[in-house]
């Protein structure tokens, strides 16, 4: 079809097509209408983004730079990417189905991920330890490591792609970006501003493809020094074990059952609030989605018909306008096991309070839907959907919302609504979460760490500590003795 708009890919600074000229198409999922060509990358493209990105970590401007110069470079993209964040929002829309009114606000937020570990870049300090050997001198130096792959889902690709790229450039790497094949449009788009920027040639790869393709060659290359992988549990496993096998670095960001907590003393009305931006928000397309919402048994009933009462007035369809509300589902995988899960909740006895099923307000819509009478033993309760789709769980007291919050297998994300500092302090010890918020939820910053808990990952993203996962520590001894001692005894 002649009237796709064609994307490349950006290897060692050329923008090229597939190395057999194979292509794949993206689809609007508002509309269901393929509207954008990629290369299919091969594995020989992906042999030749790591030979670019090894190129430019061995020798060269990049590898010559200071640390300071690359802060520079992080900011001036920051700079560009705040300049392009309504292009880049629109895309995004198209591509993916997200709402306008949340990616001009996310596009807006992303250049702060540059701005702030550019300004890390030159504050990792290493230290001089007073080493307890006589006449040595001992230092410690943090540094790269090399060629890092970072994999993206199709949730966020722009805002996951800063959470990897930032620290690990500012760290001093080199980057293959591989964004998921159901929505490259934004990371290719994003990628033509590196040269911009100035960074040089190979420093960032951009390349396209399915992931048991190129994204499985790139995990598979023995050039490849660190994976950096945010997606489904299944892709995550299959992801580690390969990088185990090369004893390669591997960071992990993956699904969620997280428990929104609600105590009778909270404040009802943000509770709700709160509520439905944790399940509806994003169509529930967030690997943080609040998709079990623990509520105190004494005011159940109460809260579930204001939670309805309120989610009822969700309004759906066309993405590209700001008063929408929720939009499609980004996938058609997706949206058939959104609704396969509607119908294992129905048959495990869970009563549906609200919608339940498909939607009419656009291609791929599926109705905000509210489940009650749900038990944390069921199907619904336990295993992450990815969609519109709330689980309410009646709860007596403390322990029991503590204990039932953490009998998932994940623990990426907790909420809890109470007005009682004892509480909040003591539910904040105990849920076993990366991150917990106490009434709010789904807050997100470039300053706070970020990640699972369980099975929801490995390693943090943002904050301070994360450049760390894109460094080695590297132990140097010097002696400044005039004779060297016994060669057969250990110093
Ligand atoms: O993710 P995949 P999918 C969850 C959510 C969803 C499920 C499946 O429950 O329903 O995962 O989604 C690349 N080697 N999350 O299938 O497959 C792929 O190309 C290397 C949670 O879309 O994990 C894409 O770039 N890479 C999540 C990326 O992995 C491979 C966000 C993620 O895709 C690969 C998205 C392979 N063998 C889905 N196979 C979150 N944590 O936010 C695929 N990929």
Known sequence: MSDLQKYQMLIGGEWVDASDGQTFESMNPYTGENWASFPRGTADDADRAVQAARKAFNSGDWANMTATQRG???????????????DLAATEVRDNGKLIAEMGLQLKYVPQ?????GGLADKIEGAVTPIDKPDHFHYTRHEPLGVVCAITPWNSPLLLAGWKLAPALAAGNTVILKPSEFTSASSVEFARLFEEAGFPPGVVNVVTGYGH?????????????????????????????????QFKRVSLELGGKSPNIVFDD???????????SGIFAATGQTCIAGSRLLVQESIHDEFVDKLVALAKTAKMGDPMLMDTQVGPVTTVPQYEKILSYLDVAKGEGAEVRLGGGK???????????????????????????FGPVLSVIPFKDDEE???????????????????????????????????????????VSYMAPFGGYKQSGLGRESGQESIKEFMQTKSVWMSYAEDTPNPFIMR
């Open 72 to 86: 520079h470079l992080l900011r001036k993209l920051g700079d560009l990417i705040a300049a392009k964040a309504e």
């Open 113 to 117: 991920w540059y701005y702030y570990f």
């Open 266 to 276: 909270c404040d009802m009305d943000n509770a709700v609030k709160g509520a439905i």
């Open 359 to 385: 939607a009419d307000a656009g291609k791929y819509f599926v109705q905000p839907t509210v489940f009650t009478g749900v038990n944390n033993k069921m199907r619904i309760a336990q295993e992450e959907v």
């Open 213 to 245: 393709e190129i994204g499985a060659a790139l995990t598979e290359h023995p050039g490849v020094d660190k994976i950096t992988f945010t997606g489904g549990s299944e892709t995550g496993r299959r992801v580690y074990q390969t990088g185990a096998s």
């Open 401 to 443: 919302a503590i204990e039932v919050g953490n009998d998932v297998i994940y623990g990426l994300a907790a909420g809890v609504w109470t007005q009682s500092m004892r509480r909040a302090f003591t539910m904040s010890a105990k849920l076993r979460a990366g991150s917990v918020w106490v009434n709010t939820y789904r807050a």
